[in-house]
């Protein structure tokens, strides 16, 4: 299995964190946030993995250049839009890669490796997105609107009252839905005003086509990395021991 980290950012609405360091390079306990995401990929069976990269792309490379854990690939990909272009841009540049089964992360979702073998152990489908259900949505949320399990709509902007959960930032595709999504990708890039996009642009065509099924991770533990509030509530929640809910979801995969 491969995934795909997309932590090519900056992070500035972490500054001053994030004057010289990229988000995902900030100190989650005794590891990098990526560190943590690499750590956790690998516990589920992921052995290759692609990192694109941006800001402080030296740091970040080096980082990854230390790690070793038996039979784990990783290797980093350069975005040089990262600075005007969201990440749309950055699966984009990585588009060859997608030519197999893979999982796709956001750079600044943190999340504890039951969360990925819960999405990996459901029902197969072209998409797979984890969602997450909650009692209210911030303007910031990536909010999700579903019939079932098939995802009809997703957007910051949906209307409060359309709102069934929201995306976490990690994503299954396999091999026919990572063709798919790569083709997408690549025709609303040759759009006006593509830079600006997010990647679940082309989430939501597919999803259009039928072809996304959400699974819900409610009451595993994740978290996203936004705001330096986001960043003390993630320090705090992963300080304690896994959940043992998410420890039984771990097992089901393994």
């Not at 500054?15 to 360091?21: D, M, R």
């Not at 990783?74 to 950055?90: E, M």
């Not at 597919?206 to 996304?212: D, K, P, Q």
Request: charged share 20%; hydrophobic share 45%; aromatic share 6%.
């Amino acid at each position: 299995m491969k995934a795909i980290i997309l932590s090519a950012g900056q992070g500035s609405r972490l500054l001053p964190l994030t004057e010289n360091t990229p988000k995902c390079l900030l100190p989650i306990d005794d590891e990098t946030l990526l560190e943590k995401q690499v750590h956790a990929l690998y516990q589920v069976g992921v052995r290759e993995i692609v990192v694109v990269t941006g800001f402080c792309a030296g740091a970040v490379e080096h980082c990854m250049a230390g790690l070793d854990r038996p039979g784990l690939a990783v290797r980093c990909a350069y975005n040089p839009f990262f600075n005007v272009a969201d990440n749309l841009a950055s699966c984009w540049m990585v588009r060859g890669e997608m030519d197999t089964d893979f999982v796709l992360v956001n750079g600044d979702t943190l999340f504890d490796p039951a969360v990925c073998a819960h999405l990996l152990a459901a029902p197969l489908a072209p998409v797979n997105m984890a969602i997450d259900i909650k009692n209210g949505y911030d303007a910031d949320d990536m909010k999700v609107r579903v019939d079932g399990t098939r995802l009809l709509e997703v957007g910051k902007t949906l209307a409060p009252d359309s709102v069934h959960g929201e995306s976490i930032g990690m994503l299954r595709f396999s091999a026919d839905g990572a063709r798919e999504f790569a083709t997408v990708v690549n025709q609303i890039m040759r759009t006006p005003n593509s830079l600006g996009w997010w990647y679940l642009k082309a989430v939501g065509v597919l999803a259009e086509r039928g072809l996304v099924r959400v699974e819900s991770v409610h009451g595993l533990r994740w978290g996203e990395v936004d705001f330096p509030r986001d960043l003390e509530r993630a320090r705090a929640l992963f300080a304690d021991p896994a959940p043992s809910r998410g420890a039984a979801a771990l097992r089901r995969v393994l």
